[in-house]
């Protein structure tokens, strides 16, 4: 599916991106024009108009402007201009909220954790630390419908993305389907990050049904070796066996917008780039290598010199299947948490005192008295 006359761009967060959009900065401009009825935030939509002014006069001290990945996605939308309006608005605050430092009621992302257990032990994740993952350590679980429901129920028209990600695998969830169904049509973005072992029909079918934004598949590598020596307990045959049985059921699905993505993180020069874009551009709208960050040790890196603040803090925050809310998952073991969603509801924990406290550290340049933010390179 990926086009060879589409784009390849260095892209904030992603090391390589190829994606298969044919839009412009002028058709963006236009439609952006175009969804000035349509959007309830009229200041932000003026202000990304401003900016697309700016960019198509050559200039570049523009404030906002949609990367390669986000003209994917606004490309999917174009027939939908409700939904388009909500899009719009979401993005702008997830890119532009970390930098001006702006903190709304809910933060722009919720990334909710359906299991922290995972089938996999790749190389570059937690997983493989045995105090996290060891069962007798009270970290693995899955998350109950219940408690999902009364999240979502909380971000239901508060917040425009949710991912299903986080710590383990979401497919191994055996309610994921019963979750997606019950997020249909209350969410803009809804994305979930899988290896993709686990595929059946009945849950490809809830994927397009539901019309999830982006299904990112963890694919790493082009080949048997690499892959498997990335992706510990992964199959190969399976990965492309389960990516063809997806592209079945999309066919299923003419007006899905669903966008499938196969993601690596680039930790070696074997990872050849132009190779998975042959192998995985047939199944896929996009293919990308995501920065690496060491997650696997990020308890014992040393200190480093990190002064910028860290945008998690300002973008997202991560809910576990058992309630604990944590602001990333660099911190795997739940050390900067305070707080459970059984307590203690989203919008309280974004605006709280010991959330406002991070922050200021992290805008003092004092993350190197927190940990694990002295270890961790996240900005
Ligand atoms: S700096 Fe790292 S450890 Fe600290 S909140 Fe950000 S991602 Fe988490």
Redesign the pocket.
Known sequence: MVNQNNNEFLQAGFEKLFTNHDLTENQIYEKLIHLRKKVDNQDILEKIINSYKVILNGESNHIFRFNEYDKLEFSKLLDDEKKLARYVIYRYKYKTYPQDKIVEDYPPCVQIEPASVCNFRCVMCYQTDKTFSSKKNGFMGFMKFELFKRIIDELEGNVEAITFASRGEPTLNKDLVKFLDYCKDKFVAIKINSNLSNLNEELAEAIFRNNVQTLVISSDAPDKVNYEKIRVKGNFEKLLKNMELLLDIKKKFSNTNTIIRASGVKISENQDFEKMKEVYGKYTDSVAFVNY?PWES?YTNKINN?MNA????WKRIFVWYDGVVN?????YKSI?SKFNYNQTDIKDIWNSKHYNE?RKK?LNKQ?SE?Y??KG????
Do not use: F, G, M
């Open positions: 960050l990020s990190e860290c945008s998690d803090l602001p990333c998952d660099y911190d900067l991070l992290h993350r927190i694990p933010c961790c390179t996240n900005t």
